[in-house]
């Protein structure tokens, strides 16, 4: 793990979110005993806007330049290599919606060894696939932490609020958090128990299934959906199917690179609160 943080910290530099032009809409949420949240564009500002799978840009420089530096080669020619990669990812998803999987999730460090063995590369070690995925994703989406995450974790705890997640996420979603907060998830006060990561699963949002299983999860853990806040930036992948699934709302609208409306109004968006800031989440929990 430590080698992959290295990965990270040579490649992140300082991200500050963009005003998306959206008001705060800021009331008092009573009976909230958990919040659970997005990462990508909530937790942390994503310069793509989210996480970077099957993003259709032509990437053929970036993937050359990060098998290289991992140690291995492409002799394809002119046979772009992005989009042998998104026809892997395209396969791999034909195959889950053929067992009835809406909106399939893959496992990406399979992804990166599938595209190897188009080379012949039949050995590459597990250290090293997953050297090549964080040095790509570093590159092609780089991240840093939202304004007010951390002092945001550290008030929910002092108030003895549970957390989790509900994201879109590959193997090294959580040590975004390692990397930059200087604990996994579980140190930081995310239970394992309200934490579900798509890749994981292999179901992507906005699956609703992914929520129903997050519904099971805290039902386990003694939490009625009505008691959970969802925090999320994507009205179509986060507020909908959290709402669905009988969970309160909380819209994240602090970077304008993230924030997705999908056409909703921004008169009437069908939210219990809009946050433009981490920290105004804390002013909306009931004593």
């Keep these: 793990m430590s080698d992959l943080i290295e990965i990270m910290a040579a490649q992140f530099s300082r991200l500050d979110p963009l005003p998306a032009g959206l008001p705060p809409l800021l009331t008092k949420l009573a009976g909230i005993r958990a919040i659970v ?27 050359l330049a990060v098998l290289e530096e991992s140690g291995f080669t492409w002799s394809r020619g002119t046979e772009a290599i992005s989009a042998v990669f998104l026809e892997k990812i395209k396969e791999s998803h034909a195959v889950a919606r053929a067992s009835g999987i809406d909106f399939p999730e893959v496992e990406i460090r399979q992804i990166w060894r599938e595209l190897l063995l188009c080379e012949g590369f039949r050995n590459a070690s597990d250290e090293a696939i997953e050297a090549l995925a964080v040095r790509y994703e570093t590159r092609v ?12 974790l550290d008030d929910l705890r002092s108030r003895r609020l549970q957390f989790g997640i509900i994201s879109n996420a590959q193997f090294y979603t959580p040590l975004l958090f390692q990397h930059f907060l200087g604990q996994l998830p579980p140190g930081l006060g995310f239970a394992d128990q309200l934490c579900v990561w798509s890749y994981c699963e292999r179901i992507g949002k906005p699956s609703q299934r992914l929520f129903d299983i997050a ?16 925090v999320g930036n ?8 959290a709402a669905a699934a009988g969970l309160r709302t909380a819209l994240f609208a602090g970077d304008a690179r993230s924030l997705r409306l999908r056409g909703h109004s921004a008169d009437a968006l069908p939210v ?8 105004q989440l804390l002013e909306c929990l009931g004593d």
């Design 37 to 63: 949240f997005d990462i990508y564009g909530t937790l942390f500002i994503s310069g793509s806007g989210d996480i970077s799978l099957a993003d259709e840009q032509d990437r053929d420089a970036v993937m």
């Design 234 to 241: 994507d009205m179509r992948n986060d507020m909908v199917p």
């Design 272 to 279: 219990d609160i809009v946050l433009t800031e981490l920290g």
């Design 141 to 152: 989406n780089p991240v840093w932490p939202m304004p007010g995450l951390e002092t945001t």
């Design 215 to 230: 519904v099971e999860k805290l039902a386990s853990c003694g939490l009625k959906p009505c008691e959970v806040l969802y």
